[in-house]
């Protein structure tokens, strides 16, 4: 995968997107999508699992990953997995998705490459007797969300 120009080129955008459809197979057919960092250099790329057993167990996953990220000198990062989303609501700002009331699943990719650009791509989905059901896919560029955070400080 190679660096981005400074707008997110379409073929950046069709890797991301292939990669995510992948993911939403594997999500239809497993039930479960493992979280997994796909590092890239050049023509190198590394695939790293991770299984976090909390939210703050993901970030120090990602804090590892980034060191990791740093040795292997890469110039992108794809992330991709099953996260819990919310709508934001002024009576409980501070609470996480996972914690909210009214809380939903999806898919979603977030991508970042070296000079700081980044992809995101999510999908809701819903288990519906014992299958898969997938919303529609929704992709933004250049939201930088703090998932990116050990990424971003790699390359600043």
């Known amino acids: 995968w190679r ?10 955008l069709q890797e991301c997107e292939r ?3 992948l993911g939403k197979k594997m999500l239809v057919i497993d039930g479960y999508h493992i979280s997994i960092a ?3 250099k050049g023509k190198q790329t590394q695939f790293v ?3 976090p057993e909390s939210r703050a167990g993901k970030h120090a996953y ?13 110039t992108s990062v794809i992330l991709i997995g099953e996260v819990w ?15 909210a009331p009214e809380r939903r699943e999806a898919l979603i990719l977030n991508a970042i490459n070296s000079k700081g650009e980044c992809i995101d791509i ?8 014992g299958k898969i059901v997938l919303g529609a896919q ?4 250049n939201a930088a969300p703090n998932i990116l955070a050990p990424f971003r400080e790699i390359w600043t």
């Open 62 to 74: 990602l804090r590892e990953i980034g060191l990791f990220a740093r040795r292997m000198e890469a």
């Open 138 to 141: 929704q992709v933004i560029a």
């Open 122 to 129: 999510q999908c809701e989905f819903d288990r519906a007797n």
């Open 85 to 99: 989303i919310a709508e934001h609501s002024p009576t409980a700002a501070y609470i996480h998705a996972v914690d």
């Open 19 to 21: 990669f995510f459809e």
């Open 3 to 12: 660096d981005w120009s400074s707008d997110v080129c379409s073929s950046d």
């Open 49 to 51: 699992q991770f299984s």
């Open 38 to 40: 796909i590092l890239g």
